[in-house]
């Protein structure tokens, strides 16, 4: 029988079970939120990056969830600098170009901060005299910090981010640190 899960990735959490990084500074990783042997990540979250991964132990839906050739859409809340304008918008969702090539189109909108959001361990730094707001962005592939290189070449630099769903999977009602386990569909 399959094995699926999805976690509330915190932040400041590897998103692998061991960390081959030094014994003077260890750093927190999967095994210390997910007792559970056989199963692995179906894609990545950054260290500084909070929200949905899902693990399995079937490597053919692992594939499914994470190979960019299947497409499956991933939305991200992400707190940017400054305030994007409808320009901005529409070049997240026209594709931008990154130094890797260009980006494919993406959904773009301005967000209110997600409700019942929790709060960041150590928050981040804001500034009195630059304003920030959200962005809800869903993309289809996934190549490395996509969504931070996005919206610092649109000129708003992100301060927080969250993916909120992959697919179908999403991480309403699930609090950071916590897992569940699903039924593959």
């Known amino acids: 029988m399959t094995r699926l899960i999805r976690f509330n990735k915190p932040f400041d959490v590897l998103s692998q079970f061991t960390d081959r990084g030094t014994t ?23 260290r500084d990056s909070e929200g949905l991964m899902l693990l399995t132990d079937d490597g053919r839906l692992q594939a499914r969830i994470s190979d960019p050739k299947h497409k499956l859409a991933k939305t991200y809340w992400v707190q940017v600098e400054g305030l994007p304008g ?24 301005r967000m209110e901060q997600p409700a019942d959001l929790w709060p960041r361990d150590p928050p981040i730094r804001l ?30 630099p992100t301060l927080r981010l969250i993916r909120h769903s992959i697919g179908d999977w999403s991480l309403d009602g699930l609090a950071p640190g916590d897992w569940q386990t699903l039924t593959p569909g």
């Open 127 to 156: 500034r009195k005299s630059v304003p920030d707001c959200w962005i809800e962005l869903t993309i289809r592939e996934g190549r490395n910090r996509q969504v931070r290189r996005m919206t610092a070449a649109v000129g708003h």
């Open 24 to 46: 003077q500074s260890p750093r927190r990783t999967l095994s210390d939120f997910i007792d559970m042997s056989g199963v692995y990540p179906a894609g990545r979250l950054d």
């Open 86 to 109: 409808d320009d901005a918008l529409a070049a997240l969702r026209d594709g931008v170009t990154l130094r890797d090539g260009r980006t494919r189109p993406a959904r773009a909108r």
